[in-house]
Structure formats: C-alpha cells, structure tokens
C-alpha cells in the first residue's frame, strides 16, 4: 500500500501520533533494547547544502521496522523528497510505503507540539498566547496546521527568508484563520510578544539571538540536522535564563550546530521528561525553553505504525 503526501495528512491522525510518539521517545530516552536506531547516514551531493539520508529504526516490542531515505535540496521546494518504509520486525515483509515529505513534516510538527505542551503550554492562556512560525516552506506549514489544530492562538506571526513563502502560507489559511500577520524582519517588535516560537529552515547563519525574545519564550528549533546549520545565536543558547531540551543527546551532539558550535548544555531529552512532571511544572515563567530537535528514524517509525494501523481498521470493517 502506498500513501502519497495527500493521503499522509488526510489519514496520520495527530491523537494516535501524539500517543506513539510519546511512547516510543519515551522508551528511547530509558534506552529500552526492542528500540533500535542507528545514527542516520548523510552524503553530501557535490559538496553543498545537498544531501541523500538515510535512517533505520527497529522495534521488536510493537514489531516493526522501518527506514526512510529522502533528499535534502534546501533551495527547492519542497526541500525534501523520499519515501518511508515500514515492515513486519517478525517476518520481514513489507506492510506499506508513504511520502516521506508528507510524514517528516507532520511528525516533526507533532513532536515539537508534544515539546510546547510539556514545556510551555501551563504558561499560556488561549486568549493571549502568540505563535510565531520562521521558516515558511514544507515544516513551517506543518508546524502551522499541526500547531493550530491542536491548541487556540491569539496571534500568529509569519517570517521566511524567501517572504514569498510567507505570504503564500498565509493565503492558503486565510480563509479558516483570520489571525495571520506577516513579520517585515526579525527585528520587529512584534516578534517580542512571541510565546512560542518554530524555526524550520535551513539556515547555516544563527536567525534569532537573546536580544530578540521575551523571557519565558519557547522556542522550538527544529531546522538544522548538520554541524554547519543553526538557526539560534550562543548568546541565546548559552544565557543563564535558557534551558536546552533535545530528541536525542547523541544525534544532537553530532549534527545539531546550535549544540555543537555553541557547546550549549543539554539539560535532558524530551522522552525524559513524561516521567518528570515537577521538573516541567517547576520551569520558571521568565525560563527560556529550547527545544532543539534534529528529527529521529523512530519518529518515522510512529507515524507509519499510525498509518498502518489506520490501514487495518479500514479493512475489518
């Protein structure tokens, strides 16, 4: 069975996404042995921002595999292009392929939406709280549709280095959403009254430095995934108000470039963090939050178990 990126996002349901993924980072961070993943592969294409990678996942408890293989061309859109392949962990059959776009948008989305709600969403009340999405190709859409379906915002504000982008994301959702404004640049004012905040580009040039964001922001920096990249300045990373969650330590020690070029301290993962309410509730209102995610093959894994799933009980019935 094959999911085009239309099918994806008509039928990955964010309830049981959010479920499985919370499962699996959680079993990931508690290093848990039916939970295999290897670093991902990345091969440059002629020395550039190009690149061919590739992940694997196992996980024998649920009993699937799974690999994607995409290609990363950051002046092309859609930036990223490839399928996702799940398979029985038991007999090694194939069980379906899918848009790898359509998925690592929508489950990065979810993933950093599970981040804004441990970390930031006790501070928010709906009537006040301001998004801002940075970053407006393939992730900053799904960041936007994930975001929006999930939580009631005040305000949205828009900003992509190409603001044609821009603009276009904000007509396709001007007609079921009325509270869309576009930033002229990141030294606006207005990026201020910012309370979460989702970097999605891929960007080798730091966007966002301390001077720029309240106090208590959160943001989630989802765009860079090589030692070059990074979208946040150290001076953010590296203030004494900032704390620094991640996917995963090992992935973002070798490929996050906020952590490595900063050196930035990792407080935890965010699989740690469903078993430690007192540490999120704890978090002071003036506490930058950081979630800095590189994107993992298990996260792949989740949202093809969903898709799957979702599959089978279409046919029983």
Same mark, same amino acid.
């Given at each position: 069975?094959?999911?085009?990126?239309?099918?994806?996002?008509?039928?990955?349901?964010?309830?049981?996404?959010?479920?499985?993924?919370?499962?699996?980072?959680?079993?990931?961070?508690?290093h848990?042995?039916?939970?295999?993943?290897?670093?991902?592969?990345?091969?440059?294409?002629?020395?550039?921002?190009?690149?061919?990678?590739?992940?694997?996942?196992?996980?024998?408890?649920?009993?699937?595999?799974?690999?994607?293989?995409?290609?990363?061309?950051?002046?092309?859109?859609?930036?990223?292009?490839?399928?996702?392949?799940?398979?029985?962990?038991?007999?090694?059959?194939?069980?379906? *392929?899918? $848009?790898? %776009? +359509?998925?690592?948008?929508?489950?990065?989305?979810?993933?950093?939406?599970?981040?804004?709600?441990? @970390? /930031?969403?006790?501070?928010?009340?709906?009537?006040?709280?301001?998004?801002?999405?940075?970053?407006?190709?393939?992730?900053?859409?799904?960041?936007?549709?994930?975001f929006?379906?999930?939580?009631?915002w005040?305000?949205?504000?828009?900003?992509?280095?190409?603001?044609?982008?821009?603009?276009?994301l904000?007509?396709?959702?001007?007609?079921?959403?009325?509270?869309?404004?576009?930033?002229?640049?990141?030294?606006?004012?207005?990026?201020?009254?910012?309370d979460?905040?989702?970097?999605?580009?891929?960007?080798?040039?730091?966007?966002?430095?301390?001077?720029?964001?309240?106090?208590?922001?959160?943001?989630?920096?989802?765009?860079?995934?090589?030692?070059?990249?990074?979208?946040?300045?150290?001076?953010?990373?590296?203030?004494?108000?900032?704390?620094? *969650?991640? $996917?995963? %330590? +090992?992935?973002?020690?070798?490929?996050?470039?906020?952590?490595?070029?900063?050196?930035?301290?990792? @407080? /935890?993962?965010?699989?740690?963090?469903?078993?430690?309410?007192?540490?999120c509730?704890?978090?002071?209102?003036?506490k930058?939050?950081?979630?800095?995610?590189?994107?993992?093959?298990?996260?792949?894994?989740?949202?093809?178990?969903?898709?799957?799933?979702?599959?089978?009980?279409?046919?029983?019935?």
């Amino acid at each position: 069975m094959y999911f085009d990126e239309f099918s994806v996002k008509e039928n990955l349901s964010l309830s049981p996404l959010l479920e499985v993924l919370a499962d699996v980072l959680h079993r990931y961070s508690k290093h848990d042995p039916s939970l295999e993943q290897p670093l991902r592969s990345i091969l440059s294409i002629n020395n550039q921002q190009n690149a061919l990678l590739n992940l694997p996942c196992i996980d024998t408890q649920r009993g699937y595999m799974c690999v994607k293989t995409i290609t990363s061309f950051p002046e092309i859109l859609p930036a990223i292009d490839g399928v996702v392949s799940l398979f029985n962990s038991n007999n090694g059959r194939l069980l379906l *392929i899918a $848009d790898a %776009k +359509e998925i690592t948008a929508r489950r990065t989305a979810t993933v950093s939406f599970l981040a804004t709600k441990l @970390l /930031a969403l006790n501070k928010l009340k709906n009537e006040n709280a301001v998004l801002t999405i940075i970053g407006c190709g393939v992730q900053g859409r799904a960041h936007l549709d994930v975001f929006t379906e999930l939580f009631k915002w005040n305000k949205i504000y828009l900003w992509s280095r190409n603001m044609t982008h821009a603009i276009d994301l904000q007509s396709v959702y001007s007609s079921k959403l009325n509270n869309i404004e576009l930033l002229e640049n990141l030294n606006d004012n207005r990026i201020q009254q910012s309370d979460v905040i989702c970097t999605c580009t891929a960007s080798e040039e730091a966007l966002l430095s301390l001077h720029q964001v309240k106090k208590g922001v959160h943001i989630n920096a989802v765009g860079s995934f090589r030692a070059t990249m990074r979208e946040l300045a150290d001076d953010l990373m590296l203030s004494s108000d900032t704390t620094v *969650i991640v $996917d995963s %330590k +090992e992935s973002a020690m070798k490929e996050a470039g906020e952590i490595i070029q900063s050196k930035a301290e990792i @407080l /935890a993962e965010l699989g740690e963090l469903f078993e430690n309410n007192e540490f999120c509730n704890d978090i002071s209102k003036d506490k930058i939050t950081i979630f800095k995610s590189v994107g993992m093959a298990i996260e792949d894994l989740a949202a093809a178990i969903v898709l799957y799933e979702y599959l089978q009980e279409c046919r029983e019935k």
